[in-house]
């Protein structure tokens, strides 16, 4: 038996894979029209992003005067002029309008998602007839305009004497965003491994236990992307707000931004602007927040080995 060795040099040798750098590079120098148009598309989105942005925080900072009789983008004449800040929160009642919101849309976001993480698991992990009619059930909510719900809810929560508080708030909002909850929870349900639930099943866990411990872990990162989807939506809301609060101390921030009036009905745009201002770098700090732990938590999957 003969034993032969391959020399040194005869040996196949693997190339080291090119740099991710060359490669874009080549795309660039392959496509160089495609990569302009992707870098001016992505500007102009900033620019109109930002624009607003930037008159609204300028517009903070200056008086009345400056605002009516000044161009739009001209630079305020005091950059620490923060009286406009002070105004919007104790002249303007912004401390109240903001509890009411939180007091409307934590509860309703709790429940929501809450009752639509409960259903799309059932609809979708749980095995039992007629579960396809309701998930259809579920969706033609969807496609039932708010508008149109809006009188019927205000009868209802007037014969029940629940007008004058921020209960029917919470029960609309709750509502309104269980059929779009139920729908995307379903969906991330859906990709969850059977196997899992089964072996759940035969170590002795009850549907309940199962739910708990082993569904919600798995789907904590779609939760927290429904939530922000939910949460904006609720916390910018206008329309049901308006309808369902009738006195001062009940109105959540989007609609005691529209009354900031002065005398004789004046509009404050300067208090106006800087409770605006609040409001939305507020909402875009939690919006960054969560928005980094729900993408880094999609990636990662839902198995891990």
């Known amino acids: 038996m003969t034993v032969t060795s391959t020399p040194a040099h005869a ?8 740099p991710a750098r060359r490669s874009r590079l080549r795309r660039l120098r392959r496509n160089p ?4 148009a992707t870098w001016a598309a992505t500007t102009l989105l ?4 930002l624009i607003p942005l930037v008159w609204l925080v300028l517009g903070s900072l200056k008086t009345q005067n400056e605002i009516l009789n000044k161009p739009a983008f001209s630079l305020p004449d005091d950059w620490f002029n923060f009286q406009n800040y002070v105004d919007a929160v104790v002249d303007g009642n912004l401390g109240t309008y903001a509890r009411n919101s939180i007091v409307a849309v934590f509860p309703s976001l709790f429940m929501t998602i809450l009752f639509g993480v409960a259903a799309g698991f059932a609809l979708e992990i749980l095995v039992w007839k007629g579960r396809g009619a309701v998930l259809v059930s579920f969706l033609a909510g969807i496609m039932v305009p708010g508008q149109m719900i809006l009188l019927p809810l205000f009868t209802i929560y007037f014969n029940l004497h629940l007008t ?3 209960l029917p708030l919470v029960i609309t909002y709750t509502a ?3 059929p779009l909850t139920v729908f995307m929870m379903a969906t991330f349900f859906r990709g969850v491994p059977r196997e ?3 072996a759940a099943t035969l170590d002795g866990a009850s549907t309940i236990r199962q739910f708990f411990s082993v569904g919600l872990p798995l789907v904590r990162n779609a939760i927290f992307t429904v939530a922000l989807v939910q949460f904006f939506f609720i916390w910018n809301d206008l329309l049901i707000a308006m309808t369902f609060t009738s006195s001062d101390d009940l109105r959540t921030i989007q609609v005691g931004l529209l009354n900031f009036q002065g005398q004789f009905g ?4 300067g208090p106006t602007l800087a409770a605006v201002c609040l409001n939305v770098f507020a909402t875009g700090a939690i919006y960054l927040f969560l928005n980094q732990r ?6 990662a999957g839902s198995v891990k080995g």
């Open 266 to 269: 004046q509009v404050e745009y």
């Open 33 to 36: 029209l495609g990569t302009v």
């Open 294 to 299: 729900v993408m880094k938590g999609l990636t």
């Open 164 to 166: 004058g508080t921020l």
């Open 11 to 18: 040996r196949p040798t693997t190339r080291p894979a090119q």
């Open 46 to 49: 900033l620019l109109v992003i």
């Open 196 to 198: 899992i639930f089964e």
């Open 176 to 178: 309104i965003g269980l």
